[in-house]
């Protein structure tokens, strides 16, 4: 079984998702007291939220490739970066590492495509909905075009995320406002919505409503769970 690397801590609500996931399908797959080989190195948050306020996007490469090269140096034999928005940075870590990087926007393409889906609405942190540096790797390499919601749904939901899901706080009219944002994609003509936060899938369940959802860290932690046991897709 091979060794697999975390950067978490952003939040470190989802990294327990991804923790928890990660032991849990491997044993699935393994049985008995099977658990995963992990190496975690848990970031501090509010240093890395500050520069992405800042827009400082070479200071937080600088320190997750820093992060990455100490995983490494550990044993990993691959990395999760354990968080959508950081992976705007994902290709300065991978070009620092020479262990694999599990990118999970390609993670999220695959299952999309193989789910036959052509149009997919995504959640996420303002940087994630607005920037190119995930809608882009989605419609460039998978040919899937990506919707967004409207400015003011995509405020709400910033808000939202760091307000409320990165610490901890799950409540109901946050949850409508998620419920009804999808919804909206739903009627531009999303065949489904990417939850592309790892903390949304902490407020919004698949039970919430008819439109397909895609959970981020599930998808990511299965690709892992795949490649560090030499499972085929």
């Known amino acids: 079984m091979k060794t697999i690397g975390l950067l978490g801590g952003m939040s470190w609500e989802s990294t327990v998702s991804y923790y928890r996931a990660l032991n849990e399908g491997v044993k699935a797959a393994r049985g008995g007291l099977h658990s995963a080989r992990i190496i975690l190195n848990s970031l501090e948050f509010a240093e890395i939220e500050t520069l992405q306020s800042k827009g400082d996007w070479q200071a937080l490469a600088d320190i997750l490739v820093e992060a990455g090269l100490s995983v490494e140096r550990a044993g990993a034999d691959g990395l999760l970066i354990c968080t959508n928005t950081m992976h705007k940075v994902a290709p300065e870590v991978q070009a620092a590492l020479s262990i694999p990087l599990l990118h999970i926007a390609d993670a999220t393409g695959e299952v ?95 039970s919430d409503t008819d439109v397909p959802l895609f959970d981020t860290t599930q998808i990511h932690v299965d690709q892992a769970v795949r490649w560090v046991l030499d499972i085929a897709r």
Request: proline residues 3%.
């Open 112 to 206: 999309l495509k193989s789910a036959g889906i052509r149009q997919i609405g995504l959640l996420g942190t303002r940087y994630t909905m607005e920037q190119p540096f995930y809608r882009d790797r989605i419609e460039q390499q998978f040919g899937i075009d990506v919707l967004v919601p409207d400015l003011a749904e995509r405020d709400a939901i910033h808000r939202i995320i760091f307000e409320e899901l990165c610490q901890g706080v799950i409540s109901d009219a946050s949850r409508s406002v998620f419920l009804d944002a999808i919804s909206a994609l739903a009627g531009r003509g999303a065949q489904g919505v990417i939850l592309g936060c790892t903390e949304i899938a902490l407020l919004v369940k698949p």
